[in-house]
Structures are given as structure tokens and as C-alpha cells.
């Protein structure tokens, strides 16, 4: 079936430091890819989103890249904030969109 | 776009007590899905809605849980007979049709069930 594994956490970074949160997927057609992202409290928000192969999604400093040939949609930032400091989720859609597989999310917490 | 707005934030009920939670999507959205968060966890999909019509539902769902959308518009989701382990985050999405289309969260309904 269709399925999201992302890297667990939790992730202690430094401010400045780079960021890269796995995820791997299996899917039986074309999905979509996403990354969402929780802040305590609060539901979730979209990151970013790609929606087929070699497309890269992009915002606020994040990146990922939609990898077929690696079944992947790893999480990348250059220099993390302290404001970063959320649960990230990586996420797919196929075919009509009727369902989303959510990973199990990846704490991260950024230290000044 | 005013986003989706959930009712009530949080809501603590005594077990055997029947809850109702309310959603309302963003305006233009035809689609719109409850999932159960968690502490942990991604969010679990529940039921989804197209229009007014429900589409399909987790065959986890226990048949506790009913969700109704009428008229296409806000949506509710009532949990009977509440248990224990129904204390979740209850999360309601709403998105335009197509697997391109991103889910748009509220904020969800946190119930804890006592």
C-alpha cells in the first residue's frame, strides 16, 4: 500500500546549522509529495509541495526535491532559526487525491 | 480566504458522553476531510467528504463515529458513546479536488476524554 517513512527524531540543532529531514516513500501510481510543517498548538501548514519527478518545492529557505529513482523527498535547509522549531511531516497524495499518507513526523528544535 | 476554522478548540467529556465537533472549510473547497492526531503521531484519516457527499471512511472508524456535511458547506463530526481512547486531536482539512491539490488544516478540536 501506499506509505510515508520519514526519520525519526527528535533534531537538535544549532542556529545557522543545515537541516535534512529523510523521507521515503511507496506508492502504486504517480503521487504527489508534500511537507508540512506544526508549530505547538496549531494544525498543519503547508511547506512545500512537489508534483511529479526532478520537480523542486521551495519556501521560506526550505527545499525538496521529488527523487523517483530513490523513492525520496528529503527535507533540506542551509541555516535553520530558532523560529524553525517544529514538527515536520512529509506527506503523499495519488490519483484523485482521495487520501493522504502522513509520516509519523520529526520533532525539530533549534537552540540559539 | 479566512481559512478553515474549527469548533470548539478544546473539549473535555466524561466517558459515555456523546461529543460534536463542527468544521468550516475554506469557501471555495470542494473536498473536506477529518483525520485524528495523536500524541506522536501524523495525522490518521478518518472520512472525506466531496460536496455534500461522503466518499469514503476509514475502515478503522468505528461506527461510534458519523460525520455529516449538508449542503456541501461547514461539516460536523459526532463521536458517540465516547471511550477513553478516542482522546485525540480531531484535525479537519479542506482542499479543491486532485491529488495536486494540498490540504489546507485548522487548527483542530483537542478532546480528552476522561
Known amino acids: 500500500g501506499d506509505s510515508v517513512t520519514q526519520m525519526e527524531g527528535p533534531v537538535t540543532l544549532s542556529e545557522e546549522a543545515f537541516l535534512t529531514i529523510n523521507c521515503t516513500y511507496t506508492a502504486t501510481g504517480y503521487p504527489s509529495l508534500f511537507w508540512y510543517v506544526q508549530y505547538p498548538g496549531e494544525g498543519l501548514q503547508l511547506l512545500l509541495k512537489?508534483?511529479?519527478?526532478?520537480d523542486k518545492g521551495s519556501n521560506k529557505g526550505f527545499e525538496a526535491t521529488y527523487r523517483k529513482e530513490t523513492t525520496s523527498f528529503h527535507l533540506e535547509k542551509g541555516s535553520v532559526q530558532v523560529s524553525d522549531s517544529a514538527v515536520y511531516f512529509c506527506a503523499l497524495s495519488v490519483n484523485t487525491g482521495n487520501q493522504f499518507y502522513f509520516g509519523t513526523g520529526t520533532s525539530l528544535t533549534v537552540i540559539p | 480566504d479566512t481559512g478553515v476554522s474549527q469548533n470548539p478548540r478544546h473539549k473535555i467529556t466524561k466517558r459515555g458522553q456523546n461529543v460534536t465537533f463542527r468544521c468550516d472549510p475554506i469557501?471555495?473547497?470542494?473536498?473536506l476531510y477529518w483525520y485524528r492526531q495523536t500524541l506522536g503521531q501524523g495525522p490518521e484519516f478518518l472520512t472525506y467528504f466531496q460536496n455534500e457527499a461522503q466518499l469514503e471512511k476509514s475502515r478503522l472508524l468505528s461506527d461510534r463515529f458519523s460525520a455529516e456535511r449538508p449542503k456541501g458547506s461547514f461539516s460536523t463530526l459526532e463521536i458517540q458513546r465516547t471511550e477513553q481512547g478516542d482522546s485525540a486531536m480531531y484535525l479537519c482539512a479542506s482542499s479543491f479536488t486532485g491529488s495536486n491539490s494540498p490540504l489546507h488544516f485548522g487548527n483542530g478540536t483537542r478532546l480528552t476524554v476522561t
Open positions: 512537489a508534483t511529479k519527478a526532478d
Open positions: 469557501s471555495e473547497h470542494n473536498r
